[in-house]
């Protein structure tokens, strides 16, 4: 059975977290489907075209031994479910599909759209993040939920799209984002 990672994310800016995890995922899945998403549950400061713009910056500086990193603007929806159809008309209903999201999304996801039909059709893979600890009442919820899960053996780095926009330090960010941002004038 193919194995296939869904990642979406908000990418405001992408960072060098996100590639790190792009590609630890290309070397555990057989495919990752990638897109940038405007969350319900944040307000973006930059335009869903921008971002995506800079993920493939992102997507293309990543060198792997197999190109499995699939970016489409055809997964991005606002809701995880409807992301999850799309990729379904991409590799099939017969696919085993894990949804990435990081330790920050546990606590919440309870309040998602259609949340037990979404888990129902998915595992969950969580990526740990730095300064958001797994709590154990909302990992016994997600699994009251229905939620199947994971946690992902990596190291990402301790960086955020959020700490960048409070800080402007370029240090998280690839070199042609930083170039992209700068041409822009994003993040002002």
Not at 43 to 66: A, E, F
Not at 150 to 155: C, E, K, P
Not at 166 to 173: D, F, M, P, R
Request: positive net charge.
């Amino acid at each position: 059975m193919t194995k296939i990672a869904l990642f979406g994310t908000s990418a405001d800016p992408p960072t060098a977290g996100h590639q790190s995890i792009l590609r630890w995922l290309s070397t555990h899945y057989d495919w990752v489907g990638v897109w940038t998403s405007d969350n319900p549950f944040k307000n973006h400061q930059t335009s869903w075209s921008h971002r995506m713009t800079m993920l493939k910056l992102l997507v293309d500086d990543i060198n792997l031994p197999k190109n499995n990193i699939y970016l489409s603007d055809k997964l991005s929806y606002r809701r995880s479910l409807m992301s999850l159809v799309k990729a379904k008309e991409i590799w099939g209903n017969n696919s085993d599909y894990s949804l990435v999201i990081g330790s920050d999304l546990v606590n919440q996801i309870h309040r998602w759209y259609h949340i037990k039909d979404l888990l129902n059709q998915v595992n969950l893979l969580i990526i740990p993040r730095s300064g958001y600890e797994l709590v154990q009442k909302d990992l016994i919820a997600l699994k009251k939920l229905g939620g199947n899960y994971q946690i992902a053996d990596l190291d990402a780095p301790a960086v955020s799209s959020t700490n960048y926009r409070k800080t402007q330090n370029q240090s998280v960010l690839i070199q042609p984002i930083q170039e992209y941002i700068c041409q822009e004038q994003l993040y002002q």
